[in-house]
């Protein structure tokens, strides 16, 4: 059985007449005859009652009627979808994301975008720098936002945001009020860090700018999550160097200083897998631009 046939079926059933339904068809009406003639034979059933008066539907082509008509409107829903995936209008895309990007414009652009598109389903799964890197190789995400590592060359990055670290204090703190802290006014606090396995990248880097500014950390504590090390500075359990991202989560009870002398930044890269960018994906990524802008 082909729509083809369905189709022809259809148009004859509904118009209960060969000429006007090969009209509506444009083809010629023997050849519709002959089609409809053949179907028959391959359901092996009569759909059509024919005299040369009329024409009328038996019980199997009045059941048939019905399911065709359903059939021929999933076949045309399908096609739609397919041609709206491939201009990035409908379909689904997962992305994953690292913790901060909740904080940099990921939640209104999935809210902004699934208003413009009602057709696409967007999935976010958050997950390490790690995680998603595996992730893509396994095709489980289309999209990723990660910080710096080491990706195979299937693995394409791309540069997507970079912003300064602030120093994080609980707001009854010393040095609360001040305009830029010095990192070495710092050197006999508690640190709150994440562990070097969540992300080396960065656990190093403030390790190394704190050692450039003459001390090593205290690490009194360890987080997994940006969210919970400002929590516990919130709560006055030590200070944190994080990114400025994090100052919009409009804490009471911390406050977000500029440090004196920042050698290095927080970096959010774009994942994708090479050659294999979906118009859904530039689509997305349209609607995260215009949210920084």
């Given amino acids: 059985m082909e729509l083809r046939q369905l189709r022809y079926f259809v148009a004859v059933a509904e118009e209960l ?11 010629s009406q023997p050849a519709l005859s002959f089609d409809i003639k ?55 895309l997962r992305i994953g994301f690292v913790n901060s990007m ?18 696409v389903e967007i999935v976010l799964k958050e997950m390490n720098t790690a995680e998603q890197m595996r992730a893509l190789q396994q095709l489980q ?15 394409e990055t791309q540069l997507w945001m970079s912003e300064a670290f602030l120093c994080c204090l609980p707001v009854n703190h ?18 709150i860090l994440f562990p070097r396995a969540v992300s080396p990248h960065y656990h190093d880097q403030i390790i190394a700018t704190c050692v450039e500014a003459g001390f090593s950390p205290k ?9 919970t090390v400002v929590t516990m500075v919130e709560f006055g359990m030590g200070v944190a160097l994080v990114p400025q991202a994090l100052a919009r989560t409009q804490s009471q009870r ?15 890269l774009r994942l994708t897998r090479t050659g294999g960018q979906m118009a859904l994906t530039e689509s997305f990524l349209e609607a995260l631009e215009r949210g920084q802008q």
Avoid: C
């Fill in 254 to 268: 911390a406050v977000f200083i500029p440090l004196e002398r920042n050698p290095f930044s927080s970096e959010i």
């Fill in 174 to 191: 010393q040095l609360a009020k001040k305009k830029r802290i010095d990192l070495r006014n710092l050197q006999n606090e508690p640190f």
């Fill in 219 to 227: 690490i009194r504590h360890e987080a997994r999550l940006w969210q």
């Fill in 38 to 92: 053949r179907f028959e034979e391959q359901m092996g059933v009569q759909l059509l009652e024919r005299s040369s008066k009329s024409v009328a539907l038996t019980n199997a082509g009045q059941v048939l009627l019905g399911e065709a008509q359903r059939l021929l409107q999933q076949a045309d829903e399908v096609a739609k979808v397919t041609l709206q995936s491939a201009h990035g209008l409908a379909g689904r």
């Fill in 102 to 119: 909740l904080y940099r414009g990921l939640p209104e652009a999935v809210e902004r975008f699934e208003v413009e598109h009602p057709a």
């Fill in 141 to 155: 995400i289309d999209l990723g936002f990660a910080h710096w590592g080491h990706y195979p060359a299937e693995i």
């Fill in 17 to 27: 007449h060969f000429g006007r339904a090969a009209r509506r068809l444009f083809i």
